[in-house]
């Protein structure tokens, strides 16, 4: 299996860096340990029928066959696989992103995605703020004309607008924009096609910000404020914020987060997801 590094059939992503605040994909990210775990929760719309899933079931047909021919599967849940329960929810059915379209799963690169629709779909953790440090995103953000910003995931007490923490993809002027709004990283993304999947990645250290695309260098900051960001991080995914802040229009396979500073491990993570999405 490609998610497996070095060979070690026991080992997924989470055993050999463990301590993630939250972790979401359709991959399973614990080895052996997790085969059997439902990664996510799918709404059938045809009769409103909910079922758990695990990875195998959701790139083996066995979701596609569940959801069954000419109808719609939209995603309930998507659970967290760190443990620590902070699963995204999403129980307003014109809110529920897609992950069966007309009975085939969506799969962007042979691999299985969560698919929004740029205005109303979102998914919300249900404690607030989950104190990321250090954050991985696989998505392919979509389109994205000029003016627009598009979250990825937003943040902090209560508010969504760009006066808050938010993590976005944006087009100002021309230039696509991988951005961290409050503190002011703002890094340029050197994409011709916004349809194919990308590794975002952010990281503070101490009082630095770092931000990546992909393999690139890294573009870093010192916050001017006194900001927490160890704790006004909130994983609402995906976020729909009235006409200030949209969700991307795009696919989402992955998002991992850790509450600390992951500089030792972060080239590894990396490392780990490129080897199973092959984005770079």
């Known amino acids: 299996m490609s998610w497996i590094i070095a060979g070690d059939e026991k080992n997924g992503l989470l055993d050999i860096y463990p301590g993630a605040a939250a972790a979401y994909s359709l991959r399973n990210l614990q080895g052996r340990s997790g085969k059997d775990s439902a990664v996510v929760r799918v709404r059938r719309d045809n009769d409103d029928t909910e079922a758990d899933f695990t990875a195998t079931e959701v790139s083996d047909g066995t979701l596609a066959a569940w959801v069954g021919a000419g109808n719609n599967g939209l995603v ?12 995204l929810n999403q129980a307003t059915n014109s809110a529920q992103p897609l992950i069966v379209s007309n009975g085939v799963v969506v ?8 698919q929004t629709n740029g205005t109303s779909h979102y998914m919300q953790s249900p404690n607030g703020a989950l104190g990321s440090v250090t954050s991985f995103y696989v998505a ?5 004309t000029a003016g627009d910003n598009r979250s990825i995931f937003a943040a902090s007490n209560g508010g969504y607008g760009f006066s808050d923490q938010w993590i976005a993809i944006r087009r100002v002027s021309g230039a696509l924009n991988f951005r961290h709004a409050r503190v002011g990283v703002n890094r340029n993304i050197d994409l011709t096609d916004t349809s194919a999947k990308s590794l975002f990645q952010f990281l503070r250290s101490g ?3 770092s931000a990546w695309v992909n393999s690139e260098t890294s573009t870093t900051t010192v916050p001017s404020d006194a900001l927490n960001l160890s704790a006004e991080i909130d994983f609402r995914v995906l ?6 802040l949209l969700p991307s229009p795009g696919l989402t396979q992955e998002l991992i987060a850790y509450a600390n500073d992951q500089s030792t491990n972060r080239a590894g993570i990396e490392t780990n997801i490129n ?6």
Request: net charge negative.
């Open 239 to 244: 976020d729909n914020a009235g006409s200030l």
């Open 275 to 280: 080897a199973h999405y092959s984005i770079f």
């Open 140 to 144: 392919a953000v979509g389109s994205i």
């Open 76 to 87: 309930r849940t998507w659970y967290d696989q760190s443990g620590n329960n902070q699963h």
């Open 207 to 209: 009082t630095s910000l």
């Open 107 to 114: 799969f962007d690169d042979g691999k299985p995605a969560i």
